[in-house]
């Protein structure tokens, strides 16, 4: 048992030791040559007015850029409500008629 | 569940009208302002949320019966749909706005973004109508 408990520690620190190795191998926040600056965010910063007329460039990335992604949230929230009804509202029935 | 205090219902009472129409304020203006359809939806909500937590669960459920909350909450989805079908009528593809050919208008007016703003009343509605529905389900269950 004690090995055991040896063990997971040795394990925990050195999947600690990777992560934090990982974590300060990272680009320092906002730098400009960060990977994160690609062409799609000159895209969205250069050309969003331009392509959809919108002023708050939020919007314009979540109801146009990503208007497909938008339907199905709406539709993870439908879900969410036709859940919660189904098991509050439905079970209700189902204990009555039992 | 139900709370006799004067006071709250009062103020919910004054306060409920700019409550709403804020919500469709930050709605409406989702494409020249901060904010939009997400927001605007939650703070529409909050309004009949505040409405049935001072009045009790009954009247709110009389001015918002379950039958138009569900409604909402399916025709908001449709209508969204249904505008992304535009886009393929044009032959473009699914939800296109502008390759669809609809007219930009004037940015910084609330008519400008084409079909964005109609997109956002429907995505607007739908948030409002799922979260009066999960507090009323979930207040009527506990009760």
């Given at each position: 048992?004690k090995?055991?408990?040896?063990?997971?520690?040795?394990?925990?620190?050195?999947?600690?030791?990777?992560?934090?190795?990982?974590?300060?191998?990272?680009?320092?926040?906002?730098?400009?040559?960060?990977?994160?600056?690609?062409?799609?965010?000159?895209?969205?910063?250069?050309?969003?007015?331009?392509?959809?007329?919108?002023?708050?460039?939020?919007?314009?990335?979540?109801?146009?850029?990503?208007?497909y992604?938008?339907?199905?949230?709406?539709?993870?929230?439908?879900?969410?409500?036709?859940?919660?009804?189904?098991?509050?509202?439905?079970?209700?029935?189902?204990?009555?008629?039992? | 569940?139900?709370?006799?205090?004067?006071?709250?219902?009062?103020?919910?009472?004054?306060?409920?009208?700019f409550?709403?129409?804020?919500?469709?304020?930050?709605?409406?203006?989702?494409?020249?302002?901060?904010?939009?359809?997400?927001?605007?939806?939650?703070?529409?909500?909050?309004?009949?949320?505040?409405?049935?937590?001072?009045f009790?669960?009954?009247?709110?459920?009389?001015?918002?019966?379950?039958?138009?909350?569900?409604?909402?909450?399916?025709?908001?989805?449709?209508?969204?749909?249904?505008?992304?079908?535009?886009?393929?009528?044009?032959?473009?593809?699914?939800?296109?706005?502008?390759?669809?050919?609809?007219?930009?208008?004037?940015?910084?007016?609330?008519?400008?973004?084409?079909?964005?703003?109609l997109?956002?009343?429907?995505?607007?509605?739908?948030?409002?109508?799922?979260?009066?529905?999960?507090f009323?389900?979930?207040?009527?269950?506990?009760?």
């Open positions: 048992m090995l055991r408990n040896l063990l997971v520690v040795f394990i925990a620190i050195s999947a600690l030791y990777v992560m934090l190795g990982a974590v300060a191998e990272l680009p320092p926040y906002g730098a400009p040559d960060n990977p994160t600056f690609n062409q799609l965010t000159e895209r969205y910063i250069g050309k969003a007015l331009e392509e959809t007329g919108v002023l708050n460039m939020v919007t314009a990335i979540v109801l146009d850029y990503r208007a992604d938008t339907m199905f949230e709406t539709i993870v929230l439908f879900t969410a409500a036709l859940a919660v009804m189904v098991a509050l509202k439905l079970g209700e029935g189902m204990g009555d008629r039992k | 569940m139900k709370i006799r205090d004067l006071i709250l219902k009062r103020i919910t009472t004054l306060v409920l009208p409550i709403q129409v804020y919500g469709f304020y930050v709605i409406f203006h989702g494409q020249i302002s901060p904010g939009g359809s997400f927001a605007g939806g939650i703070i529409v909500a909050l309004g009949f949320i505040a409405y049935a937590t001072a009790g669960t009954e009247e709110g459920r009389a001015v918002l019966p379950e039958k138009v909350t569900i409604s909402a909450e399916s025709y908001g989805t449709l209508w969204y749909a249904l505008l992304g079908m535009v886009g393929i009528v044009k032959g473009v593809p699914f939800l296109a706005n502008k390759l669809a050919g609809i007219d930009l208008g004037v940015p910084g007016t609330i008519s400008s973004g084409g079909l964005i703003a997109l956002g009343i429907g995505v607007g509605i739908r948030v409002a109508s799922t979260m009066v529905t999960l009323f389900t979930m207040l009527e269950e506990e009760v």
